[in-house]
T-cell receptor
Framework: DAGVIQSPRHEVTEMGQEVTLRCKPI?????LFWYRQTMMRGLELLIY????????DSGMPEDRFSAKMPNASFSTLKIQPSEPRDSAVYFC??????????????FGEGSWLTVV | AQKVTQAQTEISVVEKEDVTLDCVYE???????LFWYKQPPSGELVFLIR??????QNEISGRYSWNFQKSTSSFNFTITASQVVDSAVYFC?????????????FGTGTQLKVEL
């Protein structure tokens, strides 16, 4: 079975450029999460969607970050304009949420972003 | 607010030693879920186990075992007869269950180094 698929795996970009990270969740999953991992802050939730609707975006650092989920099988996280402090590993994750049960969240392999 | 504390930043052991990774959590929820994830040097996050707050039975899976104690708000992870391949960062996480699904709060991770 295919897991969560993220692209690109690695990206190096110049400050000021737009960055788009892509995610395909596990088929059938209805919750999708974007996490960011840095040495300083560890793993932090940026935003999550349920049934394609953004539920909580309180972790999105600022207006330069935006996320969309146009359908159940695709999501993007966009940074515009990018800054060096955005350098991090960005993880996409998905789960099958049924009511109030704590379903397992499965992670992609991450997108390693470096902004120079 | 949910909080997960992994007080051990780094642990080094010699192969075949047993090692326990500590996890202490805080939550006001009566229903919650606890997780352990492994992050090997390659960077992906690998799901290891999920436990719900109503099930305090210890669990064993091969060389891995988990001890969940609500009385001390702890969910510790033991690796028996450690191997070099166990070298990784291990994250404990707590799930906040909402009507829109569940989202994870991670601890800061414990870096485990298993040497020959």
């Amino acid at each position: 079975d295919a897991g969560v698929i993220q692209s690109p795996r690695h990206e190096v970009t110049e400050m000021g450029q737009e960055v788009t990270l892509r995610c395909k969740p596990i088929s059938g999953h209805n919750s999708l999460f974007w996490y960011r991992q840095t040495m300083m802050r560890g793993l932090e939730l940026l935003i999550y969607f349920n049934n394609n609707v953004p539920i909580d975006d309180s972790g999105m650092p600022e207006d330069r970050f935006s996320a969309k989920m146009p359908n159940a099988s695709f999501s993007t996280l966009k940074i515009q304009p990018s800054e060096p402090r955005d350098s991090a590993v960005y993880f996409c994750a998905s789960s099958l949420a049924r009511g109030h049960s704590g379903n397992t969240i499965y992670f992609g392999e991450g997108s390693w972003l470096t902004v120079v | 607010a949910q909080k997960v504390t992994q007080a051990q930043t780094e642990i080094s052991v010699v192969e075949k030693e047993d090692v326990t990774l500590d996890c202490v959590y805080e939550t006001r929820d009566t229903t919650y879920y606890l997780f352990w994830y492994k992050q090997p040097p390659s960077g992906e996050l690998v799901f290891l186990i999920r436990r719900n707050s109503f099930d305090e039975q210890n669990e064993i899976s091969g060389r891995y075992s988990w001890n969940f104690q609500k009385s001390t708000s702890s969910f510790n992870f033991t690796i028996t007869a450690s191997q070099v391949v166990d070298s990784a960062v291990y994250f404990c996480a707590l799930s906040e269950v909402t009507g829109g699904g569940n989202k994870l709060t991670f601890g800061t991770g414990t870096q485990l180094k298993v040497e020959l």
